[in-house]
């Protein structure tokens, strides 16, 4: 299956680019969103998604919201991973705070990525609203300081064979979308390999856990998700730049279950890894 088409940060064009640096700081985040860097292949579409949603992601009360409902769920239990599993991975003081930069930016930014790619399904949809809307209070705020940009993330290709397979079998309860899709968490930390794999080996076999975690957390996010289209749909006249609803659709319907799977996944690593390395 080919990998799934994106436009990375170092090759966007300057509209694109500054609508990758608003998301982030809207979200306190050191990276865009993979279903951002895609939309973006599509010419005018994630402009179009902008205008849609752009006001309501910078404003902070859906980051707000949003990041009140993660806390409310208890994360994932898997198995610890302890300084001594990291030093054993090649995971030192620098490292550890690369990767918790990592954590941080997804676990800031997929909450609030659920949301509007929420809003965004059912707008292009055309749905009626299923939840209540109206209910959370939209109180600007500012967000956190964004961690440091991460880095490029690696090619799955370029890995391993067996970090490769060992990241697909995380992969199995992701929809099919027509192409792979790889989380860039993983292949953020797979930029230490022995600890991507240590990683996979403790979410494995936690995976019914998680994806039982991801629909609740979906459920919960429903009226949100409603309140933030309804207000997109007064912001977009016209249809979104596409030849083919048929293919995003399904592409969104997918990531509606890969961004709140990647959400349970980061608060399941965190919670398992220790605060700070000894010294």
Not at 14 to 42: E, K
Request: hydrophobic share 50%; net charge negative; glycine share 6%.
């Amino acid at each position: 299956m080919t990998a799934f088409a994106e436009i990375p940060v170092a090759d966007a064009e300057p509209d694109i680019l500054d609508i990758y640096q608003r998301l982030m700081s809207a979200a306190g985040s050191g990276s865009p969103a993979l279903i951002f860097r895609h939309l973006a292949v599509t010419p005018g579409l994630l402009n179009w998604v902008w205008r849609a949603i752009g006001a309501d992601a910078e404003a902070g009360w859906v980051r707000d919201a949003v990041w009140r409902i993660v806390a409310e769920m208890a994360p994932v239990a898997i198995d610890p991973i302890t300084p001594a599993v990291l030093s054993d991975t090649g995971i030192d003081r620098d490292a550890r705070r690369q990767t918790g930069d990592m954590l941080t930016s997804y676990n800031r930014m997929n909450p609030v990525n659920l949301i509007l790619m929420g809003a965004v399904r059912v707008l292009i949809s055309g749905a009626e609203p299923t939840a209540s809307v109206g209910a959370y209070v939209m109180e600007p705020s500012s967000p956190p300081i964004a961690p440091p940009d991460l880095p490029p993330p690696p090619a799955v290709a370029s890995l391993n064979p067996d970090l490769q397979a060992a990241i697909r079998a995380l992969c199995v309860t992701i929809p099919d979308v027509g192409a792979e899709v790889t989380p860039t968490l993983y292949r953020h930390f797979a930029i230490w390999p022995r600890f991507m794999m240590t990683v996979a080996e403790r979410l494995n076999p936690s995976l019914d856990a998680l994806n039982e975690a991801t629909l609740s957390l979906n459920d919960a996010c429903a009226p949100l998700i409603e309140q933030v289209a309804e207000r997109a749909r007064e912001r977009v006249s016209e249809p979104p730049p596409i030849t083919n609803q048929v293919i995003l659709l399904r592409v969104l319907d997918g990531f509606s279950y890969v961004i709140p799977h990647l959400v349970v996944v980061g608060q399941a690593i965190e919670a398992a890894l220790p605060g700070e390395m000894p010294e």
